[in-house]
């Protein structure tokens, strides 16, 4: 079959040629393309909708992408976290750390930051700097909502995604001209109310399609498409086949949301929001670390080796121990995850008593 000419232009230019069948699309074309070259995105987790938005952009051809994450790679990751090995888990390499050093194997060209931190009301306005678009590939709604105050304050779109079991859900938001999260949903629901795929478990079919549509409602907005952009909200039944869409534009004009209406950002200033969480998937909480802080792991496991009840063991970016049957991983920034209890005090308790901070 013979080339066309267009083919042959786009074959023909070095920016282009990687992405050639890409830029064949009439609806996207060179100019898209050059302008997704160009443009910067935050990730904020990398878990398994995060490692699928950050593999098809970082293929599409996004010029810089920030991910944030504050965990590490667990072998029952691996069902459904695209980006990760089973030495990965074996290493407890930080899932930031293992994307990055995937993602650049794809694709050199990008530039990719992989960040080992908890997202948080002190420090997510430093990480949204300079992006063009925000990416949701978090496990909580607080987070979430936390995502929207910073992306309504400072005009920044971003695209929601969320699944559990075989359903997701996708809208991508921009700030001015969309609902935002907050006009459909006042406040995150009570703990315990929503399942997780701790409860439920998690298809990776459904990771697959949600982070998808995210990416293709991302590469819209970055390339400057905005009639294209789906403005409404996206939800899926992978296991029925079922696709809704729901227009939820009268939330917003109906003008009583407290966030993009009056300007209220209560998760960004720390009021709404905690310092620690359960996380889901998993029996364990999280407690946060301080930013600014770097702590000396070779000296925090000789601390603890006397008390611990297995062999204390760290690398460049955490350390690990038992203690009173839980697994206490602490990051550099004296974040910790305490696995095997679901309990906050519990929780806490072994960190002070170990950790001291």
Not at 169 to 185: D, H, S, Y
Not at 259 to 265: A, L, Q, S
Not at 290 to 300: F, K
Not at 333 to 340: H, L
Request: with cysteine; hydrophobic share 45%.
């Amino acid at each position: 079959m013979a080339v066309s000419k267009t083919a042959q232009r786009i074959e023909s230019d070095p920016a282009l040629a990687r992405y050639s069948r890409q830029v064949l699309f009439h609806e996207w074309g060179p100019d898209a393309q050059r302008r997704l070259l160009e443009a910067r995105a935050l990730l904020v987790g990398c878990g398994a909708l995060g490692t699928v938005i950050a593999d098809m952009l970082v293929r599409a051809g996004l010029g810089h992408l920030r991910i944030v994450d504050r965990d590490y790679v667990e072998k029952n990751n691996l069902q459904r976290q695209v980006l990760f090995t089973e030495q990965d888990a074996a290493d407890g390499t930080p899932k930031a750390v293992a994307a990055a050093t995937r993602l650049l194997q794809i694709n050199s060209e990008v530039r990719i930051e992989g960040i080992v931190a908890d997202v948080h009301a002190g420090n997510i306005e430093k990480y949204a700097a300079g992006c063009n678009i925000l990416l949701d590939g978090t496990d909580n709604l607080e987070t979430r909502f936390l995502i929207n105050d910073v992306a309504v304050k400072h005009r920044i779109p971003w695209v929601y995604g969320a699944c559990v079991a075989a359903e997701g859900m996708v809208m991508p938001i921009i700030p001015g001209e969309t609902p935002c999260l907050r006009c459909i949903w006042e406040r995150p629901p009570p703990p315990g109310t929503n399942p997780t795929c701790d409860t439920v478990g998690v298809l990776a079919p459904i990771v697959q399609m949600v982070g998808a549509l995210q990416v293709m409602e991302a590469m819209k907005i970055l390339a400057g498409k905005a009639e294209a952009v789906t403005r409404k909200l996206i939800q899926i039944n992978s296991w029925t086949g079922r696709f809704d869409v729901f227009d939820m534009q009268a939330a917003l004009d109906s003008g009583d949301c407290a966030c993009c209406r009056k300007g209220v950002f209560d998760y960004l200033s720390g009021e709404a929001t905690g310092r620690t969480a359960t996380l889901c998937g998993r029996d364990a909480v999280q407690i946060g670390g301080q930013e600014g802080v770097s702590l000396d792991l070779e000296a925090l496991s000789r601390k603890i080796a006397p008390a611990a009840e297995t062999a204390v063991t760290f690398n460049a970016y955490l350390l690990r121990f038992v203690a009173g049957g839980m697994q206490v991983t602490v990051f550099r920034d004296g974040r910790a995850i305490v696995k095997g209890t679901s309990e906050v005090d519990a929780a806490r308790t072994i960190y002070a008593r170990y950790v001291g901070i």
